[in-house]
Every structure is written in structure tokens, then in C-alpha cells.
């Protein structure tokens, strides 16, 4: 079982911009697709992006396009999401998770994604 830690969460303000890092324990990480999720107080899990095992391949949810990059670093283990021009709906828990059957990725299907992260706070004030 991979085993992620998530990084890089904090305090910022509206407009503002965080960087976070997701590093896994594990040699095949470059295998895997990888994703990130977040979840608000009392709202279910969301998609938010995810990345192909090359990185060549990234899939955003509408409400970050344009605004949230998703990358990685094979050699480091480690996928990021640098997050600008963040609103106050961005205020989350945001997570990574591993793509296990190959196809959450494109659908952003929670259900098939494992090995979740304890995650790492994200708040945006106004």
C-alpha cells in the first residue's frame, strides 16, 4: 500500500496562491496516475485534478481550470498542485490519492482512488 503525505497547505488571502506537494513512499510511483481531491465542512469529496503517470496528461474540474496547475516529479516521488488566484470557495482539506484503475483520473471518480493522504488545510480568507 503507497503510503502519502500531503504538504504545503496554509492561510492565504483572496487572490492569493499556495503550492502543494504530495510525496508517496513508494519506487513504481511513476506507474501510477495521481490525483487530488478536497473537501469543505459539511460538502462531499470533490475531484479537483489529476495527472497522467507521464505527466503529460492532466484533467482539471471546471471550477479550477485556469486557475490550479497539477505537475509531478517522477525522480522525487512527489505530485504538486500550485493553486492561484484562490477565492474563499477554495477553503478545503485538499488530499492526493492514488489512481489504481487507471482511469479515475479522466472521470474523477473518487471511487477509484486509494491510499488517500491525512491531507493538508487549505483556507482562503476574503
Known amino acids: 500500500q503507497v503510503q502519502l503525505v500531503e504538504s504545503g497547505g496554509g492561510l492565504v488571502q483572496a487572490g492569493g496562491s499556495l503550492r502543494l506537494s504530495c510525496t508517496a513512499d513508494?519506487?513504481?510511483?511513476?506507474?501510477?496516475?495521481m490525483g487530488w481531491f478536497r473537501q469543505a465542512p459539511g460538502k462531499e469529496r470533490e475531484f479537483v485534478a489529476g495527472?497522467?503517470?507521464?505527466?503529460?496528461?492532466?484533467y482539471y474540474a471546471d471550477s479550477v481550470k485556469g486557475r490550479f496547475t497539477i505537475s509531478r516529479d517522477n525522480a522525487k516521488n512527489t505530485v504538486y498542485l500550485q493553486m492561484n488566484s484562490l477565492t474563499p470557495e477554495d477553503t478545503a482539506l485538499y488530499y492526493c490519492?492514488?489512481?489504481?484503475?487507471?482511469?479515475?483520473?479522466?472521470?474523477?471518480?473518487?471511487?477509484?482512488?486509494?491510499?488517500w493522504g491525512q491531507g493538508t488545510q487549505v483556507t482562503v480568507s476574503s
Open positions: 495527472i497522467h503517470w507521464s505527466g503529460y496528461r492532466t
Open positions: 490519492a492514488v489512481d489504481y484503475s487507471g482511469q479515475g483520473v479522466a472521470y474523477g471518480r473518487s471511487r477509484d482512488f486509494g491510499s
Open positions: 513508494v519506487r513504481t510511483f511513476s506507474t501510477y496516475n
